[in-house]
């Protein structure tokens, strides 16, 4: 890898492409990998052939909680050792992941890619400078043909290159991101004759893709859950004084029961780590032998997996009421968050309790008590720092049990993130410091909660907490707010006129963020519908949601009798608005409530604008409905 020869620069337009790395997450399953275990895999034909050969496919399929992507991690490590022998060899790898569904649409994995395999080359390709000059500075995402001829071009200067695509079933299938990839890879690879290795659960729609290419099924071995278990049998029986015998007898029942399902083998280690005598390891061995005519029946391993998670459920429960409700807390966060979380982040969100007017650090429970409450279920990704599940099963487990566990969870992330946002000084104190750059651990939660307060808010719409209304009633907080809302990743496409400074109110706020509910509840608790800052005479929230095109919010204000023929510092009315973004659903809207067509904008150079685009010609009213038939 040549990433350290690489000038800043160069670095940075790579950044620009996607600035996220899967590197952690790589180093993070590595060093989960039990040594001495999945070596199996890389001996086997269809790999060896598969790593020999030029543009050839890999499709290897298994049943949840295999190894599949511990074994990805095995085959990227290899291939990176084999990279750092011979410098024209390119590696990139994709872990695909359900709680990054958000960022991994198609464009961010075509440029994961790019920026993977560019860090192979000594020198940034000159496709990659163009690609930055023509839509970096004007910060923009290049589309995704443009994305392809650099991925070609790279492709082609290399001798040899190597793709590993893991969990493909996790990634995205609502916008056909999933197909999508599989086709464009596919299309690199009969031009370049890239390798490509793609591990997945057994999904038809994802078979259906690779009928004719190389297979080989992922199942764990007896030997390696037998390795694994004997690593961990020793914590197990000191725990309990027990004997030789009953670690025997813990190993035979843990090889006999998995039949292939890896995670079984770490739920009950962890069951069996959390026992106090010898009674309570048989009485888990009794359910072990209960349940093992159940695995042999493929079509029964999802209830088995449901039991031990409903086990593992129920020891969080048993729990004494404050270490129970740390727990619960803490699966809610993390199976809800919008990304991943570090460790500071999760520790900031549980000790914040709604009311609190400023952070109080004697909340703070350390990592290690928090990761005690939680029964195994999560763990800790050392490289990355963040925090996550034990695995995609339990995510899947935990939302199933929405209703049971989580009823409020939603309302409760967004009320916590309300309450944080309200704190005393915070903003002040995130300004002289630079609020993302801030060290301070009072600012840790500072960029989750400004950046995906507006996500839960949406999610929890039946049930709006109070702290949300209280916060987005504050003019001088929702200033802060509206300029401030993940600016570091520019994640929102804000309008170049919403600075602080031309003002803001909490209105446009839930109008910008489609927080309908919100909105009527601002109404409702006394809002100006017709608010707009008296020294620049910014856009009432009517305008805004007409140049927006949001027809629910311009049906909600204009029943509350919002005004139609209100002006902006430039003349323009909220018909004016909706006519420049041809909005005609809104323009019918507008007019249906007595808008005026005749309504010019003062400014001449505005009007004179719209007379170039053909705005104005057809303003009056006759026409507007011509146009709208048409």
Known sequence: MHTQSLEKEDLNKL?????????????????????GTCQWFLNLEPFQTWSTSEGRTLFCPGIPESGKTIIASIVVNLLSQRCRQNDSMGLAYIYCSYQRRNQQDLRSLLASVIKQLCQTLPTLPQEIRDLYNKYGKPREDPPIEELMKCLMAISRRLSEVFLVVDALDECRSSDDCRAKLISHLSRIQDEAKVNIMYTARHVPE???????????????????????????????????????????????ALTGLVDGMFLLVQLYMNAFKDTTSVAEVRKILRQLEHQQTYVSDEDNRGHVLDQVYDQAMERIRNQPANFRNLGIKTLMWIVFAERPLAKTELQYALAIEERDVEFNDEKVSTIDRILSTCAGLITIDEHSDTVRLAHFTTQEYLIAKQNEYFPSAQSEVTSVCATYLRFKGLWQHAYIHTAWACKDFHCQFLEYAASYWSNHARKSALHVPSTLIDLLTDEDLV???????????????????????????G?????????????????????????????????????????????????????????????DNSGRTALVHAWASKHKTVIEMLLNKGADPRKLPSDPRIRDHYYQMGLLEDMHIRRLRQALSS
């Open 15 to 35: 950044n620009w492409l996607t600035p996220f790395d899967y590197g952690s997450q790589h180093s993070d399953l590595l060093s989960r990998h039990q040594l």
């Open 507 to 567: 209105l446009h706020v839930a109008v910008h963020f489609d927080l309908l509910q919100v909105a009527n509840l601002l109404i409702r608790g006394g809002a100006d519908i017709d608010w707009s800052h008296q020294e620049t005479r910014s856009l009432t929230p009517l305008m805004f949601a007409a140049k927006g095109g949001k027809e629910s919010f311009v049906a909600l204000l204009l029943e509350e009798g919002a005004s139609v023929d209100e002006e």
């Open 479 to 505: 200033g802060y707010i509206w300029e401030h809302a993940d600016t570091k990743r520019g994640y929102y496409n804000w309008p170049c006129w919403a600075e602080r400074y031309i003002g803001a109110y």
């Open 206 to 252: 994802i078979d259906s893709f690779f009928t004719n290419c190389l297979r080989q099924p992922i199942k764990a071995k007896v030997g390696d859950i037998g390795t694994f278990v004997d690593c961990h049998l020793p914590r197990i029986l000191e725990g309990v004084q027990g004997s030789s015998q009953l670690g025997d007898n813990i190993k035979a």
